[in-house]
C-alpha cells in the first residue's frame, strides 16, 4: 500500500458515521502529520469533539485530552496540578502532567477564547514550538495535533490575536446540510465503533521518516508565482475601504507554516512537488475573518489561473485594439486608398461633365441617401459636389454656377449621383500595394489572434484535467466546484474572444 493508499484508507475509516464532516477529518489529518494546529468555528453538536477522539486513533499508542474554557480556568487544570512533594522537598515549582495536556498526543479545547492570560501565554509555546516549561524542565510535547473550538472568534483589543495566529487551518463546522444525510443521520441508532488495523497506525518511527521526506517535496516556480499574487492581492484588499488591515495580515511565520502544509498534502497524496490542487489549500489558512473568506476564496482561485486569466485579459485587450482601430472610424478605412486632390477634395473617374470632386468632409457626412448641390467652381476650375444642408456653403471667393440639386448615396468606392455610380479615383499603384500589404499584416495579426486564442482554451482545459486527475484527498467537492466555477468563467470569457476574432 501506497502513502496515497494508506491515507485514503484512515480517511475512510475514521468518517464512518460522521455525516458531512470527512472533509474536516482530512484536513486533520494533514494537520496532525505536518505538525500544525487546528481550528473549528462552529455551533455546539456539530461534532468538534468528536473529530479530535476520531484522530487520535490514527496514531500508535496514542492518548488525548480534553478539556472545556471558562472564565474560571485554571493552569492546574490543562497543564496538571502542582506537586506539592517536589514543592516541599525540592523547593521546585513543577506540575504532575501525567492524564493532561503535556503528556497528550492529541488534544482538544473548546472555548477556547475563554482561556484566562495565564493558559493563553502557556500555549503560546505549545503551539508555536510543541515544549512546556514545567519549573526548571523544558519538556518536548509528544502533541501531534492541537484542535480548538468556538462558536465565535477571538474578541478584538483583548491580546488574543497572538494566540488565533499559532491556528494554522481554520474550517468553519456546519450543521449537517444534506436532507437525505440528515435523515440518515436521524435513523442511525448507534455511532459506530472505530478500529484502525495496526498496520495503518501512525508511528513515530514513521512519521520523522515521513517527516523528512516532506522535506524534499519541491515547490514549482509557478507555485511560488501564485503566492505572490495572492499576497499582492491580500495588500490590495486590506487597503479597501472599511476593511482593517489586520483582516487580511499574514505574518512571515504563518507563509512559512503555509509552504509546510502544501507539501504534506503533495506528500501524502503520492507527489513529489506541489501542484495547484494543494495551492487551494490556503482558502483554509488565509482567513482571519469570515467576512473575508468570500474574498479569500476568489484570491485563491483566481491564482490557480492567473498566468491563463493574464493571457486572457491580453487577448480581450489586442481585441478590442483591432475592433476599435478597424471600425471606430469606418469612413477612414473606406478613403484610405482615395486620392486627395487640391487638400480638400476627393475626385470622381468618368464623370460625363468632366472634372468633378467630392469636398472630403462632405463624405462623411453621407448616410444613406440625402440630397447634393453640384455647381462649378471656377477656381478649381471643375464641378464641385456638396451635401445639402442649410448650413452649405461654398469655399470663400469661389464663384459657382449652374447649380443644380442632385440625389447622393455611397458605397464602399464610389458615390452614386442621381442613381449613377461612379467611381473615386485612388491612390497609385505602390501606395495600394502598400494598403494590400498592411491588409496582409491585419490579416496574419488577427489569424495569430485566434490560434492564441485557441491555444489558451487548450491550456486551460488541460489544466482543469489536472485538477480533475489530482483527485487531491484534502479538497471537499465544494473545493472542486469553486475551482470548477472559476474556469467556466474564464473559459466563457476565451469563447467569447474566439467569436470576436473569427468576426475580424
Known amino acids: 500500500m501506497n502513502i496515497r493508499q494508506h491515507i485514503q484508507t484512515l480517511l475512510t475509516q475514521t468518517s464512518q458515521g460522521l455525516y458531512e464532516k470527512d472533509h474536516i477529518i482530512a484536513l486533520a489529518i494533514l494537520c496532525a502529520i505536518s505538525g500544525e494546529s487546528l481550528f473549528l468555528l462552529g455551533p455546539p453538536g456539530t461534532a468538534k469533539s468528536e473529530i479530535a477522539r476520531r484522530l487520535k486513533k490514527i496514531f500508535l499508542d496514542a492518548s488525548a485530552f480534553e478539556y472545556l474554557m471558562s472564565r474560571f480556568s485554571i493552569p492546574d487544570e490543562v497543564f496538571g496540578p502542582v506537586s506539592l512533594q517536589k514543592l516541599k522537598t525540592e523547593d521546585t515549582y513543577e506540575r504532575k502532567t501525567e492524564g493532561f495536556l503535556p503528556a497528550a498526543t492529541i488534544v482538544f479545547l473548546d472555548e477556547i477564547w475563554k482561556a484566562g492570560p495565564a493558559i493563553q501565554n502557556a500555549l503560546l509555546t505549545v503551539l508555536n514550538e510543541k515544549i512546556y516549561r514545567n519549573g526548571r524542565q523544558t519538556i518536548h510535547l509528544p502533541m501531534k495535533c492541537l484542535i480548538a473550538a468556538s462558536n465565535e472568534l477571538p474578541a478584538e483589543n483583548e ?58 517535496v519541491k515547490v514549482p516556480n509557478h507555485i511560488l508565482k501564485a503566492i505572490t499574487i495572492i499576497r499582492k492581492e491580500l495588500v490590495v484588499s486590506s487597503k479597501e475601504e472599511n476593511s482593517d488591515h489586520l483582516d487580511y495580515y499574514i505574518s512571515d511565520r504563518r507563509w512559512r507554516k503555509n509552504i509546510r502544509i502544501l507539501r504534506t498534502s503533495a506528500f501524502l497524496n503520492g507527489r513529489t512537488e506541489v501542484d495547484r490542487t494543494d495551492l487551494f489549500l490556503l482558502v483554509y489558512t488565509l482567513w482571519n475573518k469570515v467576512t473575508c473568506i468570500d474574498n479569500i476564496l476568489r484570491i485563491v482561485s483566481s491564482s490557480l489561473f492567473y498566468d491563463l ?154 489544466r482543469i484535467e489536472e485538477i480533475k486527475i489530482s483527485q487531491n484527498l484534502f479538497l471537499s467537492k465544494e473545493d472542486l466546484k469553486i475551482i470548477n466555477s472559476h474556469a467556466n468563467k474564464i473559459e466563457k470569457q476565451l469563447n467569447v474572444i474566439l467569436a470576436k476574432t473569427k468576426n475580424l
Open 159 to 216: 491580546g488574543l490575536e497572538a494566540l488565533w495566529d499559532r491556528f494554522l487551518v481554520r474550517v468553519i463546522s456546519n450543521c449537517i446540510n444534506d436532507e437525505r444525510t440528515f435523515y440518515e443521520m436521524l435513523t442511525m441508532t448507534d455511532m459506530p465503533s472505530i478500529t484502525i488495523p495496526q498496520e495503518l497506525l501512525l508511528t513515530d518511527e514513521l512519521l520523522m521518516r515521513w517527516q523528512k521526506q516532506i522535506n524534499s
Open 309 to 462: 486569466m493574464n493571457e486572457a485579459n491580453n487577448l480581450d485587450a489586442e481585441c478590442k485594439k483591432i475592433v476599435q482601430d478597424k471600425y471606430s472610424d469606418s469612413n477612414e478605412e473606406e478613403t484610405k486608398n482615395f486620392k486627395i486632390f487640391d487638400l480638400l477634395y476627393y475626385a470622381l473617374k468618368n464623370h460625363p461633365i468632366g472634372k468633378c470632386y467630392l469636398y472630403e468632409r462632405d463624405y462623411k457626412k453621407i448616410r444613406g441617401e440625402c440630397l447634393g448641390l453640384l455647381y462649378y467652381d471656377k477656381k478649381l476650375k471643375a464641378h464641385v459636389i456638396r451635401k445639402y444642408d442649410k448650413y452649405s456653403q461654398s469655399s470663400e471667393n469661389s464663384i459657382q454656377e449652374d447649380i443644380k440639386i442632385v440625389s447622393l448615396s455611397k458605397s464602399n468606392t464610389s458615390l452614386v449621383i442621381d442613381g449613377v455610380a461612379y467611381e473615386f479615383i485612388t491612390q497609385d499603384n505602390e501606395l495600394s500595394l502598400f494598403g494590400s500589404i498592411l491588409k496582409r499584416i491585419e490579416s496574419t495579426v488577427e489569424s495569430s489572434l485566434s490560434m492564441r486564442t485557441n491555444k489558451t482554451i487548450k491550456s486551460l482545459q488541460s
